[in-house]
């Protein structure tokens, strides 16, 4: 009598213990999502990029999206790890301060990795025209984009547009 009892008691207790962390879970998940929904968001610019004959890139902001959401990691760099073609991408305040960043490598002139008999190799390849994107956290204090080119000088401007 006493087996059967152990027998049918445990496998009860199991359950429940289960069922409370299945719940503690469940309720972690609507937590973080009622967080992520309140106020934060992320904006992606969609850009593209064309070269004249002179050798001169023209930008246009083909698109912009805002959705729910965070960034995991927000980079950030120093100017000084800008190289030479390398585009600058700032996002300015109402009050002309620089909210965000970022680097996008050279989009003209890509790394792209060749995998041959003879191992891993990689070579730039030269584009007339080409796109790229960048993704930050929203803020509704962003007012206006900026694109800057990296050079030898220093940044030479681009493009800029009110957002």
Do not use: W
């Amino acid at each position: 009598m006493k087996n059967v009892f152990n027998v049918l008691i445990v496998p009860v207790f199991l359950f429940c213990s289960f069922q409370k962390e299945n719940g503690l879970t469940q309720k972690r998940q609507s937590l973080s999502e009622t967080v992520t929904r309140k106020g934060e968001r992320i904006i992606y610019l969609f850009f593209k990029a064309d070269k004249d004959q002179s050798g001169n890139a023209k930008i246009t902001l083909q698109n912009s999206k805002i959705t729910d959401g965070r960034l995991k990691q927000i980079s950030s760099f120093e100017r000084s790890d800008a190289h030479k073609g390398d585009f600058i991408i700032t996002l300015t305040g109402s009050d002309g301060k620089e909210v965000a960043r970022q680097l996008v490598k050279d989009p003209f002139n890509p790394e792209l990795e060749v995998y041959e008999k003879e191992g891993i190799s990689r070579h730039k390849a030269s584009l007339q025209s080409t796109e790229f994107s960048a993704r930050f956290s929203y803020s509704e204090n962003v007012q206006t984009v900026k694109v800057e080119k990296a050079t030898d000088d220093g940044a030479q401007l681009l493009f800029t547009k009110k957002l």
